[in-house]
Nanobody, 122 residues
Framework: VQLVESGGGLVQAGGSLTLSCAVS????????IGWSRQAPGEGREGISW????????YYAPSVRGRFTISSDNAKKMVYLQMTNLKPEDTAVYYC????????????????WGQGTQVTVSS
């Protein structure tokens, strides 16, 4: 199983960035796939997941209304579109996957990617 993130970088506050996660090694529709992040000196925070089998998704309150998760089943890709970014969004963002989306939010998914850095300057 591989989850490979891309798209991180440096952006000014108020700006936008889209992260991508390339998924391989399991049946795409069987798993919830989502994103967690870890800010410097903080624990990991699960922020969003999507379930392609029934199109359910979830957003943590800290990102709801600003971030949008989507997927492309044919390409086996999951995206996180981030808008109105704030300095407190600065973190390493990890793609994660589990049979249950709640485990992504809870911090104990079965699979993790390696992470991509997002830095938001004020």
């Amino acid at each position: 199983v591989q989850l490979v993130e891309s798209g991180g970088g440096l952006v000014q506050a108020g700006g936008s960035l889209t992260l991508s996660c390339a998924v391989s090694g399991f049946v795409f529709d069987d798993y919830a796939i989502g994103w967690s992040r870890q800010a410097p000196g903080e624990g990991r925070e699960g922020i969003s997941w999507i379930n392609n089998r029934d199109n359910r998704n979830y957003y943590a309150p800290s990102v709801r209304g600003r971030f949008t998760i989507s997927s492309d089943n044919a390409k086996k890709m999951v995206y996180l579109q981030m808008t109105n970014l704030k300095p407190e969004d600065t973190a390493v963002y990890y793609c994660a996957s589990d049979l249950y989306g709640g485990r992504i939010i809870g911090g104990s998914p079965e699979y993790w990617g390696q992470g991509t850095q997002v830095t938001v300057s004020s």
